[in-house]
């Protein structure tokens, strides 16, 4: 991508190219939350571990980069505030503080981080956005597996095995399915 589409409406999000009033954000964050309990509901078990493979991350990442930092930090709180005042839309149709709980406030975080990098254009160039949902992903471990450890008595080596590992060819997926979306979306816009 050319120097010029980076630089192309600098500070922006794609969110921010729709005509701005308060409904307009209620609604963005209403949705990303909304987007992000729908995709939670893809599931799939993961033999020996608590922690389900998701479309939840992928939706996460990218509400925060789609909205921005703000709307995406609101977007994430709603969700999880939603879930723990027991509305059945976190992974697998469960609700309150479970032992993954602590990937849903490490998305809270990644999207608000993600949201601030696309803001500096992070969401603009393939690279760019490999980095930015790669440092979005870490956030989330970082937080995920240790809560888990804490909330299951799993030893640190096991959480890693049971919430790190066996999501690594996924998370790489669904980061090169953001490299290709939102650097294209980007594209079309400036057309």
Known sequence: ???????????????????ASRVRDVALVAGGAALTGIAAQIAVPVPGSPVPVTGQTFAALLVGTTLGAGRGFLSLALYALV????????????????????????MLLAATLVGALARRGADRSVLLMAGTMLLGEAVIYAIGVP????????????????????FLIGDAFKA???MGLLPAAWKLVKR
Do not use: C, N, R
Not at 87 to 104: C, E, K, L, N, Q
């Open 1 to 19: 991508m050319s120097t010029a589409a980076a630089t192309a409406l600098p500070g922006k999000v794609l969110a921010d190219l729709l005509p």
């Open 83 to 106: 879930g723990l005042a027991g509305v059945p839309w976190f992974a697998d149709g469960s609700h309150g503080a479970s032992p993954t709980f602590g990937y849903i406030i490490g």
């Open 147 to 166: 809560y888990l450890s804490a909330a299951t008595q799993l030893s640190p080596t096991e959480a890693v095995a049971a919430g790190f590992t066996p």
């Open 176 to 178: 090169a399915l953001a």
